[in-house]
């Protein structure tokens, strides 16, 4: 079993990766429709709809940061020594 050296970074680490994966689990849907579209299709989409694809790429790949700085944070709590006084 594992022992949390530093539970301040333990809840940071857990807060982050619930976000980061609600993030990825609800953008990547979305993104995979417009990759899949066929490029006629996607041609024929208005600016702005062709915005919201990029900014959903953008929102995905910092949801995966997230994602990884929380499992950062969890690492850090589980093997990190405290300092001693």
Partial sequence: MFNII??????????????GTFV????YPQIQYFDNMDSQMYASLDSET???HKRLQIELSIGITILLAGGMFLGLSLFRKKRQS
Avoid: M
């Fill in 6 to 19: 530093n539970s301040t970074w333990f809840f940071i680490g857990i807060i982050l990766l619930i976000l």
């Fill in 50 to 52: 062709k915005e919201i």
């Fill in 24 to 27: 990825t689990v609800f953008d």
